[in-house]
């Protein structure tokens, strides 16, 4: 036996932890596109009509989101689902990621996702920032959002999954 091989035999030996079904996820604009205002966002598609109806509330509806996306990622629900709701450069990176976790682990198994609390801060008055607790179950994780109103409806522009 070498040198290098009995100093490793020598090492005790600890229990492995238990493996993660993904490490945290950040899905964040770069370059021009994240700096768009609400106003340049506004006069690209002025050809589209604007709901009347007031916007959903920040905090629930971004912990749908979060709880949707959380989905994707263990390979329960297609990310296709999401394209409306998330900026493109965003979607195609969670999509790229899910696509991923469902190669590497496989089909997932059938679970429930909850969210356990979920909380809305207002940036400005076009802006808000979510936080949600969400349980896999297996585990709780965190997730952020940034949500801006684009057209009549939220759109997430960050997404931060833990």
Not at 82 to 107: C, F, M, N, S
């Amino acid at each position: 036996m070498s040198a290098v091989a009995a100093s490793y035999a020598a090492l005790p030996v600890t229990p492995e932890a238990p493996a993660r079904t993904w490490d945290p996820v950040t899905f964040r604009m770069s370059g021009p596109a994240s700096r768009r205002s609400f106003e340049q966002r506004e006069a690209e598609a002025e050809s589209w009509t604007r709901a009347s109806r007031p916007l959903p509330e920040p905090s629930d509806w971004g912990g749908a989101i979060a709880r949707t996306a959380v989905e994707s990622l263990l390979g329960l629900r297609p990310t296709q689902q999401l394209i409306r709701w998330i900026e493109e450069p965003l979607y195609q990176a969670l999509a790229r990621r899910a696509g991923l976790a469902v190669r590497v682990l496989g089909p997932a198994r059938m679970r429930r996702v909850n969210v356990r609390s979920s909380h809305a801060e207002w940036v400005d008055e076009h802006t808000a920032e979510v936080v949600s607790v969400i349980f896999d179950g297996e585990r709780c994780r965190a997730a952020a959002l940034r949500l801006e109103r684009f057209h009549g409806r939220w759109l997430v522009t960050a997404l931060e999954i833990g």
